[in-house]
């Protein structure tokens, strides 16, 4: 009865309450080894004390098994259990099948030995925590009453001494999960213990392990675990164990473990609360060397992928390669270095690259040597060269050694591939490093000759249009050689630099040459001939500064192509003169034009030297012409008048040069203008351009043709409709006496302004032509006739009558094409207007066709004949019937009547035709009946003509065939053939002022 109160006081006690004196008072009462032993089993508590007093007690109740089941077995002397063990399991199966008890009692024994072994693990695990960490699981004894002391911290501040997991789930979960989390929680010194203590268990999984460690661990802290190799045996090398019992247990014997797995079924259910996990494949047996090296590479790689942390990938190979480790040598090489290129590179602003061993090992050696500098700057780019980039090109110097395949070169090389490629402003603080002036073993370019090789390369092979300073300092950082010669070796280095030009002119093949291709070119070149080089660059970058200054910047290659072409130098020299006084800080004051002529000259080439400047293949006078152009573009006619005037004579030039340029720039300015008014913009600059030079003809010519111009402008000539002439079209119109017709037909009120009219002609350029002024009155006749203004067009015909018959009169011959062309445009505007039905002044009209008689030619003498005949009849007739009905009066003869209105001098004028026509003058042509007696032979004459003349153009064209019907009712054959004699005159005329052809 007492002893069923312990079983009840067991069960009913709670874990918190279990103590050291509890479990052995309770438990030692009662009798059943098997469940005490049971007991012991299934409790599992977090304080280390009890737990061992609990497996203690376990332990003690299950040896009475082993006395029971060692006297089954054959051969059993009853010896301790560590000296005799059961090998047949035979026996013992059938024993455990009749005796279930004792079966479970030596599962249990095991259970119990491998929980003690794990707790002293774990106590030892505790005085393994990483430095820093409080401790937090105390013994039994630990006073409880400080709990609340208020000095104490507080407990969210203490951090935790205690292992990843508590003492019960370590005793019964599998040791390799716990080892996972040991590693992964990095308790270094507490894996270290476990895999000491459990190393038959742990030693096939220890690369899992190891690799459950997080790649941002440094490996200083776990090196003691990492593996090693024996130089020896060329093999992994195996640590010692340090397992809690050197011998099992005789419960832990193969065939009591397997004999008791078989029988587990015969008990209650299952007894096992083991945590099962994935295991990975074992290592039972040391690896080989390589394999060993193989992991640390798969390491390295898992360590890239998951953190990319460089510096820990490269101490882990550190060591390895340190402990036997072969084949990393390498590894390290390339870790060393990407090491210096991820963490001792500047920092930038920017995010910092990806970087990984891969991509590392993907590029070549020039791209390694740029990315090592791609974050360097001028002012740190000397160290960096020296600090990152010389270790790595002495290691590929090394590494080519090791292969077999030496390049002693291979170091120079890659830095001088870098210096041709890079920035000028970074080429400049490698030459200044570089200095002859600094100690050889400071320099990082040793040798004058190689340093002079590049910076030419660097320099001439550059398309900078703005860095002359930083050019300037390049060349102030190379060598000066004092280096006397002749003119021989002078010439063989002038002509090296001849080649030198056609060598960097583009072509098909290579359109553009690179520095490398430039350092190809002076590598064979001497010491004299790199000299006289650097005499001519620097004639070069003071050329290319002040290029640069009037914003007309050429890259250095520019000077060496253009050495021997002129026109190329005329061109640039153009360019230079038109876009300094262009550009928007454009030149306004007289000493910015001087400095310009100043730098111009000096560009031309300095007299006390041998080198030729940017246009010293131009000469003196060539130079101020173009400078002097250069200044009209600008419109600075002031400061022009200036420098050619003054008594300075700082623009020395020919009067005739200087007219034919200033009529250049102003035709130019001309051209250029987009109105014609020359009151303002360009067409104003056209103007006063030509007051620059002296007055001449050819000056005031032009100056009268933009004053047409201008005056054309405003009558508001359209090119098109609803587009006003420009003056380029002016200028290239052909004949411009087109314009006048244009002028008169695009404005009513033209033709009455003679004067105006006459005036734009004559500045048109026909000052002193009387053919174009015959012309142009004809015009304003025709216009004026146009507008029915019969009186002003008469004036007009009249005056264009006289200024024929002067020019006739003062003629030498009849036959000069100017006599003949005026005369051609005078007889057709008489002719037009005296047959006019409109026009009703019979004298006037009459008076014209006399002048037509007078001035036509001999074949058309027949067809104003013609006209003037029937005008005659039409006035006699007309005249008659005034007389039949005059009140009273004296009748005149017909012989008077026709007397009176043929002139004297047409009379003489036609007995002199008749005679060129070769038709004898009859008697009767100078007797009263003169007129009738000529008209019919006119008419006999002009009957075997296939047309006549008659009709008129436009609307009197349309009265006077009214006219003829209602006098005659129908037309007959001579009426047609003057309808189109009308027609060819009036086309003869038309073309004057821009008549439709079909009029």
Known sequence: MASSNFYTRWVELTDDELTVDNVQDILGQISDDSWVAAACYD????????????????IKRTQSVFERVNQLLPGSSGSDANTEQPT???????????????????????????????????NELRKEAPDGLEEEYGSATEDVDWEDDPWAEEPSARPSKAPPFTLSEFLTADILHSAYKLAFERWFEGLRVLLE?????????RYAILDSIPGYTPPSDYHFLLPSCSAVTNMEQTPTSKEWRLE????????????????????????????AITRPHPQDAPLSAEQVSAWYNSRVEAIMSSTGMIDTMLAIVQHGASHGVPLLDELGEELSLLSRLVYDTPRSDKADEDWTLARWREMDPPAVVRAYLSRSSPSTLARDISRLVMPYLFVLESRAERAGKPDPSLPTRLLHEYILNAPLEMAAAVFEASKPTLPPAQRLIKEDDVMVRLALSCLYGSDSLTEWSTMSRIFECLPAWDIPGDDSEEDAADTTIASLGTFVTPSTTRPRCTPSDLLIFFGPLPVSSLSRALDILDVHLESGEILSRWSVPAPLRWFLQSSGDA???????????????????????MEDWEWLLEDMLKLNGREDSKLQGAFGLLSRDEILRIYFSGLLSAGKFDVAKTLLYSRKNQL????????????SSSREFYDNASSGNYNFGDMKLAYECLDVPMPSDRITREKEFIEATSRLSSFNVMSRPGTPISPIEIRLTKDRLSLVSRVLSSNSDAYKHTEVILDLVYKLGFRNDIVAEVKTLAMLADTALQAEDFTRAYETSKRMVDTVLNLRMSSIGMDDPKIVEASEVCWVACFQLGRQSEFDNTDQKLSLLGRAIEICPSDRLHDVLTAWRRLEKEDI?????????????????DHQKRTKRIPESATESLQTRLRNFHLPSPPLLNTPDAAALASKTFRSVTANFPFSVGGQRGRSQLSQ????????????PEEDVSSQASRVFSKGIGWLIGADENL
Not at 88 to 111: G, M
Not at 197 to 205: G, I
Not at 652 to 663: A, F, S
């Open 43 to 58: 409790r599992l508590v977090d304080n280390v004390d009890i737990q061992r007093t609990l497996l203690q007690v376990g």
């Open 88 to 122: 047949d399991e035979y026996p013992l199966s059938e024993y455990f099948e009749s005796h279930s008890t004792d079966a479970q009692l030596c599962y249990i024994r095991k259970i119990l030995l491998e929980r003690m072994d794990r707790l002293n693990t774990f």
């Open 197 to 205: 203590k459990h190393s038959k268990y742990l030693w096939p999984f």
């Open 652 to 663: 020395v030039l020919d009067p005739q040069i200087i007219e034919d340029i200033c009529l």
């Open 567 to 589: 026109s190329e130098q005329r061109s640039w020299a153009n360019r230079m003169s038109r876009r300094a006084g262009g550009s928007e800080d454009r030149l306004d004051t």
């Open 248 to 275: 099992p247990d005789w419960s832990e014997a193969p065939v009591v473990t397997s004999t008791v797995k078989s029988c587990r079924g015969l008990w209650d259910s299952d007894v096992s609360q083991d945590l």
């Open 961 to 972: 065939q009214g006219e003829g019907r209602s006098n005659s009712g129908s037309r007959g």
């Open 877 to 893: 007739e007309a005249r008659e019937e005034r007389l039949l009905v005059r009140p009273s009066g004296v009748v005149e003869s």
